[in-house]
Structure formats: C-alpha cells, structure tokens
C-alpha cells in the first residue's frame, strides 16, 4: 500500500515521504497511529505542504546523523566482566549494554538495532559498527576485560599485556624438585653397592 508519512518513521523516511509499506503494517499501525495516511489523489493534494517540506527534513536529518557520527565514531567503551580460563564470557555484552554505555559517555542516544547485532561474547577488543542512514558508517571499540584488569586498562596497560599476563597466570610453573629429596634418593640407591663392598672384604 502507498502511504504518505505525516511522521518520521524509521527505516521507511521522514514526514511527506510517499511510501509503499505492507498492507497490514499501514492498516494495523501507521494509519491508526496517525504516522500516515493512505495516498490518493485527495491526500496527495492536500499533502503538498509536506511534501515541500520533505526534502528539507531529510537534509536535515542527514545533517544530525552526521554529527552524532563524527561524535561517536572512535569511541572507546571499556567493559569489566566475568569469564572463563578461555576468555570465554559468563554471558554476554548486548546491543543494549553498549547503547547505554555510548549514552553515558557521550551523551548520543542510539537505538540499539542500528548498532551490530551480533552479542560479544569473548574478551579482547572488538569494532563494533553502528548502522546509519547512507554511507554513515562509524566505528565503536568495545574492550572487554576481567573485573580485576580494568583499573591496569585505564592506568595505561594495553589489552595485549593484559591478555598476555592473564595467560602466564594460568600455566602452572613446574615444582622444583627439593635438594634434600635428591640426596635421600642417591642416599639410598648408593647404600646398597657399600653394604656389597663391606661383605666382598
């Protein structure tokens, strides 16, 4: 079905846009919601307003989205959490953990379905896109760390010396074999050749 957008509807365009939608999509919830109404000739022409106004809408909202690109891209967010011997997660970092961490250190609120679907779940550092309209396309850095290596992260260790300590600590070092459990050995493999001397004189 043809409809025309009274409002921004996202992933179909801004209000004034002539779109065809599913039928039930635009029975069900647009036109009820008032976010549209159906394309015919009446409307078009009483739409005209809107439909000027269309072009201007997008401009500027390409215009937003690029800012709250340029402002996001890069952006590093550091996670603390826990996970095994393997660097395998005890579940996982969602879409929603990342948008609400992006809000808090930039203030750029995204909707969680622009940003990669794809849950991490392994520790290391991760680039995460975030899907804009066109050709916007910026990048996240999502570090995931053990709780007690966040503190050495932000003091200025890189995730590699981190991953590289984590790993030394867990290869057990071989236990040294005690000198005096030598000796005792030798001790007792050499008594029996004096005791066979002493009978031999």
Do not use: C
């Amino acid at each position: 079905m043809k409809v025309i957008l009274k409002e921004n509807v996202y992933k179909h365009g801004v209000a004034g846009d002539v779109v065809t939608v599913a039928d039930g999509f635009a029975r069900n919830y647009l036109i009820p919601r008032g976010l549209a109404v159906r394309a015919n000739a009446g409307a078009l022409r009483d739409n005209q307003h809107l439909l000027a106004q269309a072009g201007q809408r997008r401009a500027e909202l390409r215009s937003r989205e690029s800012e709250a690109a340029a402002q996001i891209d890069g952006v590093e967010l550091v996670f603390g959490v826990k996970a095994g011997k393997n660097g395998k997660l005890y579940g996982s970092i969602t879409t929603m953990d990342i948008a609400q961490a992006l809000m808090e250190k930039t203030g750029v609120d995204i909707n969680r379905r622009r940003i990669s679907e794809r849950p991490l779940r392994e520790l290391g550092a991760h680039e995460v896109p975030v899907r804009m309209s066109g050709d916007l396309s910026p990048m996240l850095k999502v570090v995931i760390l053990r709780d007690e290596d966040v503190e050495a992260y932000l003091a200025g260790d890189s995730v590699e010396s981190i991953e590289s300590q984590d790993e030394a600590e867990q290869i057990p070092e071989a236990e040294p074999v005690a000198e005096e459990e030598v000796s005792a050995s030798e001790t007792a493999d050499a008594l029996p050749a004096a005791e066979d001397e002493e009978t031999a004189s």
